[in-house]
Every structure is written in structure tokens, then in C-alpha cells.
């Protein structure tokens, strides 16, 4: 029932040059593939969408890359205000350094936009932040549909406490074409979480799958 993503699955992503550079510097995250389809989310959600917003959605999770940072399993709730401020303001912080760190670095408005999108990707905020965490929930429901299968498996969370999260993914959602075409995804994820100690897969090649820029891009043998 765990779907395993097609070689180039987003060979066609029209990735603007600095996009590069960061799906670059974030390839071996797990989460890669999970932030290359919030971009796409966003961009379905929006396609007028500002290359801020497209940015902000391809690394609102980067710190999760990097030893330190708050656990992506928090016990007290998926909306805990606690977590959800360490991740995104951890998150803001290391993008706006990478961004500073170019040569040369992208203008002032830029950084100061995506960083504003980053920190609020959890909350929502104005019609902008309120895209980026949609797509947010969209990708997570449609890419990562096994990660709450693994939580399982691995003793962090019930069924029925991993359950929250996909419910949460949804309940969140501002913009009603997000809500629309987030239940068909939500309803597939709901399936394939019951069925956690049913279901036969590679949990492991699952997850190398996710993380590799030259698998997801199509640039070549990745995993």
C-alpha cells in the first residue's frame, strides 16, 4: 500500500538556479522529497506563486538535517506551540545563514520574505504563509505516508497517536482548494497507517529513496 516514488519524479521541476544550490545542500535528508513536493504543492495551490513562497516551501524543514534540533516526535501534541516554534524558528535561522553565506547573496526583501514564510509554514498566517503550510500538509500526507508507519514500528507513537498527525495535517488547512484536494490523500494515508503491522515494505529503501537528489531529480542512479 506504501507507494515507492518513481525515479525522476520531479525531473521536471523547473528549479531555479538557488533552488539548486539548496536541494544540493540538503541531498541525504530524508525529507528531501518531501519538501520538493511542497514546492510543487505550492505552486498547484498558486500558480502565481512568488519565487519567496517556492523557496520558502523547498526548506521550510532544513533543520531537521541537522543534529540538535527539536525531535520530530514531540509527545505533547503535533500543535504543542513549543515545538512548533523551536522547529520553524531553527529552521529560519540555518536557511537565512545558507542565504547570507551565496555569493552573491540573494537581496534583503528575499531573505527577509522567505524567513517570514519559514517561520510561519506551521501556523499559516497571511495568504502567502497560508500556502506554504498547505502545501505543507499535501506533501506530507501524499509523500510521506510512511513515516507515520515507521513511528509505529519503531515504538515512538500508537496507531492511534500517529493518527493525530495526519488528522492535524488536515484540520490546518486555510485555503479550500488545499482542503479538497487534500482528502483523497488523507483517506489513502488513514488506510496504509491501520495497516501498519499488515503491510510488507521496505522501510528502510523507503526512506534512501527520499533523500536522494539524483534519484528524485532523475540525474542519475541514486539509491
Not at 500500500?1 to 521541476?13: R, V
Not at 514531540?74 to 547570507?100: C, K, M, Q
Not at 498566517?125 to 505543507?136: F, H, L, R, S, T
Not at 490546518?172 to 501498519?196: G, H, K, M, W
Amino acid at each position: 500500500m506504501i507507494e515507492f516514488t518513481a525515479e525522476g519524479a520531479y525531473a521536471n521541476a523547473a528549479l531555479s538556479r538557488l533552488e539548486q544550490e539548496a536541494v544540493e545542500w540538503l541531498d541525504g535528508f530524508y525529507q528531501l522529497e518531501h519538501l520538493l513536493c511542497t514546492r510543487m504543492w505550492a505552486m498547484k495551490l498558486s500558480p502565481e506563486a512568488s519565487a519567496e513562497v517556492k523557496f520558502a516551501s523547498l526548506v521550510h524543514d532544513a533543520e531537521r538535517f541537522f543534529p540538535g534540533g527539536p525531535p520530530s516526535t514531540p509527545w505533547n501534541g503535533f500543535d504543542d506551540p513549543d515545538y512548533l516554534f523551536a522547529h520553524s524558528t531553527r529552521s529560519a535561522d540555518i536557511v537565512e545563514e545558507w542565504l547570507r553565506a551565496r555569493t552573491p547573496a540573494p537581496e534583503e526583501d528575499f531573505i527577509r520574505r522567505v524567513r517570514y514564510l519559514i517561520l510561519r509554514h506551521e501556523i499559516g498566517g497571511d495568504w502567502e504563509a497560508d500556502i506554504v503550510q498547505a502545501a505543507d500538509s499535501l506533501s506530507f500526507l501524499e509523500s510521506l505516508d510512511w513515516i507515520p508507519v515507521d513511528w509505529v514500528r519503531n515504538g515512538h507513537y500508537t496507531i492511534a497517536r500517529a493518527r493525530e498527525k495526519l488528522d492535524y495535517s488536515v484540520e490546518r488547512i486555510r485555503p479550500s482548494n488545499a482542503i479538497a484536494a487534500a482528502l483523497p490523500f488523507y483517506e489513502r494515508a488513514v488506510r496504509v497507517l491501520d495497516a501498519t503491522h499488515e503491510i510488507d515494505v521496505d522501510l528502510k529503501k523507503r526512506r534512501e529513496i527520499a533523500g536522494s537528489r539524483l534519484y528524485l531529480l532523475g540525474l542519475g542512479e541514486g539509491v
